[in-house]
């Protein structure tokens, strides 16, 4: 008897914890302004050999920006989903013109006259943040935020589209590989300090599928930095309820 007490008790006040408004980010809206660093490749296309095992296109690694803007929404005590767009830069290149050469009965080489150039790529997806110091924390204007992320989203390269080359990563390359989309997924975990309660930094570390070419260069890790703004919208009926 005792012992259901006890249980009653303890949920009653998990209840009253979870959905009081004081300690709740439910209405609350974040707009993140981040930036991280994406492998992508540098190719170059200096000929087409027929001998088998040889790879069409010699990758480079190179790094470049990934620009992203981020809105989430609390729909819950310790609950945000949001949704995210941004873009990237990667080098593409057309093929303008190709000749043959050929050096024996069993080998030819193609040469290829190409032309470089600089693409932008729209990127997007969704995520999901669980956030654990509305657990502990009951203030609204406490000034960390800590949260376990899971996201999903990809990238669509409009130039594959217009005759410019694809990389792949071998003679024997996979169908996928001929898409525009590509797509990254990953869980992980992030943060965020918070000055005059209302614009913060804000930093995230991820483990999954960050490169949208995965066959050539894998990234299983992503480190994600940035400006984050708080808008309270729970905070005014927290202090209104109190007051009351």
């Given at each position: 008897?005792?012992?259901?007490?006890?249980?009653?008790?303890?949920?009653?006040?998990?209840?009253?914890?979870?959905?009081?408004q004081?300690?709740?980010?439910?209405?609350?809206?974040?707009?993140?302004?981040?930036?991280?660093?994406?492998?992508?490749?540098e190719?170059?296309?200096?000929?087409i050999?027929?001998?088998k095992?040889q790879?069409?296109?010699?990758?480079?690694?190179?790094?470049?920006?990934?620009?992203?803007?981020?809105?989430?929404?609390?729909?819950?005590?310790?609950?945000?989903?949001?949704?995210?767009?941004?873009?990237?830069?990667?080098?593409a290149?057309k093929?303008?013109?190709f000749?043959?050469?050929t050096l024996?009965?069993?080998?030819?080489?193609?040469?290829?006259?190409?032309?470089?150039s600089?693409k932008?790529?729209?990127?997007?997806?969704?995520?999901?943040?669980?956030?654990?110091?509305?657990?502990?924390k009951?203030?609204?204007?406490?000034?960390?935020?800590?949260?376990?992320?899971?996201?999903?989203?990809?990238c669509?390269?409009?130039?594959?589209?217009?005759?410019?080359?694809?990389?792949?990563?071998?003679?024997?390359?996979?169908?996928?590989?001929?898409y525009?989309?590509?797509?990254?997924?990953?869980i992980?975990i992030?943060?965020?300090?918070?000055?005059?309660?209302?614009?913060?930094?804000?930093?995230?570390?991820?483990?999954?599928q960050?490169?949208?070419?995965p066959?050539?260069?894998?990234?299983?890790?992503?480190?994600?930095?940035?400006?984050?703004?708080?808008?309270?919208?729970?905070?005014k009926?927290?202090e209104?309820?109190?007051?009351?």
């Amino acid at each position: 008897m005792h012992f259901k007490v006890l249980i009653l008790i303890i949920l009653s006040i998990f209840i009253n914890k979870c959905f009081s408004q004081i300690n709740s980010i439910n209405d609350r809206w974040t707009i993140n302004c981040s930036y991280s660093l994406y492998p992508t490749y540098e190719t170059t296309m200096p000929f087409i050999e027929s001998t088998k095992n040889q790879n069409i296109n010699t990758q480079r690694h190179k790094l470049r920006s990934n620009f992203r803007l981020n809105v989430n929404c609390g729909i819950l005590y310790c609950l945000e989903i949001g949704t995210y767009m941004g873009f990237m830069h990667y080098p593409a290149e057309k093929v303008i013109s190709f000749y043959h050469i050929t050096l024996d009965s069993l080998h030819y080489m193609v040469r290829l006259n190409t032309e470089k150039s600089q693409k932008l790529a729209p990127t997007f997806g969704v995520n999901i943040n669980l956030h654990i110091l509305p657990f502990i924390k009951t203030d609204t204007k406490f000034k960390w935020d800590l949260y376990v992320s899971a996201k999903y989203g990809g990238c669509y390269f409009i130039s594959y589209k217009n005759g410019y080359s694809i990389p792949i990563s071998s003679i024997h390359y996979h169908k996928d590989e001929l898409y525009p989309y590509r797509h990254e997924y990953g869980i992980g975990i992030g943060g965020s300090v918070y000055f005059w309660n209302l614009v913060g930094l804000n930093m995230e570390f991820s483990f999954g599928q960050f490169s949208y070419w995965p066959r050539i260069f894998s990234k299983n890790f992503n480190l994600r930095g940035g400006i984050v703004f708080k808008f309270n919208t729970n905070q005014k009926r927290g202090e209104l309820k109190t007051s009351l």
